[in-house]
């Protein structure tokens, strides 16, 4: 199958390498030429732009950071849309919001393209394993018809419903798992100053009622900061997407709202280029702590 990949940063590198290993054809682009180069060696080929990669492929998958650079990347110049030949069929794996999702599909149904939100979920690890969880809104039968090559970057697949729903999955699913370890900061601070060991106290809250909720505790207690799989100033961005989902649909979330300000000051701190779990950094920072 003849498919496109547009943006092979640290995840969707990985992705793209299995889609090839699945026997597919894949042109590939990235503002970054080198970050192809690997791809190329594995038998990619490289088009100058996303409109090139939309001309010569029936299927095309985008990994992109956020809602603008999806919407340069399909409508700007030299975007998808300049290349795309009635039939074209995009996936954009990326996390966006599903308001954006469904006026980005308009455009493309303008154009003879069908459009499908397909972001996905479990790092850069699950992409490297193709044990990525696929969530996908959209055309039930386009979905079908190319379920096999979303299969070569993750072995769950699930089909979500219209147009929106996969983005709004997965902006519920960053959601919970980013704004939990906000708590789990927290915690570690408030053991810190009043004088326990966060160890030992991770050690018996892992044995407590707490311990359905503490497992990602050893990760923050190691506090490594090199070579971050995701980014705090994503993190930032994705729980922003949920608030701003909420108050479309009319209603308010405190906690994410708080989690989202706290990620913010973070990354305004020069925290975004760390991992989500430098918030510790800035937490130790306000409590008075080293």
């Known amino acids: ?6 943006g092979t940063g640290n995840i969707g590198n990985p992705m793209c390498a299995n889609v090839i290993k699945g026997g597919h054809r894949v042109v590939v682009h990235d503002l970054v030429e080198e970050h192809t180069a690997n791809l190329i060696e594995l038998g990619a080929t490289w088009a100058e732009s996303p409109a090139t990669v939309a001309s010569q492929c029936e299927v095309l998958l985008t990994s992109l950071p956020g809602p603008p650079e999806v919407e340069a990347v399909l409508r700007g110049g030299g975007g998808i849309l300049e290349g795309a030949e009635p039939g074209l069929v995009c996936f954009d794996l ?7 999702v469904r006026l980005l599909a308009e455009r493309a149904a303008e154009r003879g393209v069908t459009f499908l939100d397909s972001p996905v979920s479990n790092g850069v690890v699950g992409a490297e394993r193709a044990e990525l969880a696929v969530m996908v809104g959209g055309d039930r039968a386009a979905f079908d018809k190319y379920k096999p090559v979303l299969e070569c970057i ?3 697949v699930f089909y979500m419903g219209e147009l929106g729903m996969g983005a709004m999955t997965k902006i519920i699913n960053n959601m919970v798992g980013i704004t939990s370890a906000q708590v789990l900061m927290e915690a570690t601070v408030l053991a810190q100053k009043a004088g326990l060991d966060p160890q030992q106290t991770y050690e018996v809250m892992s044995v407590a009622s707490a311990r359905p909720y503490v497992g990602n505790m ?15 100033q994503w993190a930032a961005k994705d729980v922003s997407l949920a608030v701003q989902v ?3 649909e009319g209603m308010a979330l405190p906690l994410a709202s708080a989690a989202a300000d706290y990620l913010f000051r973070a990354k305004n701190r020069g925290l975004g280029l760390k991992p989500v779990t ?10 008075g702590l080293k």
Do not use: C, H, K, Q
């Not at 199958?1 to 547009?6: K, L, P, Q, R, T």
């Not at 990326?94 to 954006?100: D, G």
């Not at 050893?218 to 705090?232: A, S, V």
């Not at 430098?278 to 409590?287: G, K, P, S, V």
């Open 1 to 6: 199958m003849d498919v496109g990949f547009i």
């Open 154 to 156: 993750g072995n769950n």
């Open 278 to 287: 430098a918030t510790l950094e800035a937490a130790e920072e306000d409590a």
């Open 218 to 232: 050893p990760r923050l207690l190691e506090r490594d900061y090199d070579n971050p799989p995701f980014f705090l």
């Open 246 to 248: 909420a108050r479309e």
């Open 94 to 100: 990326s996390t966006n919001l599903p308001s954006t």
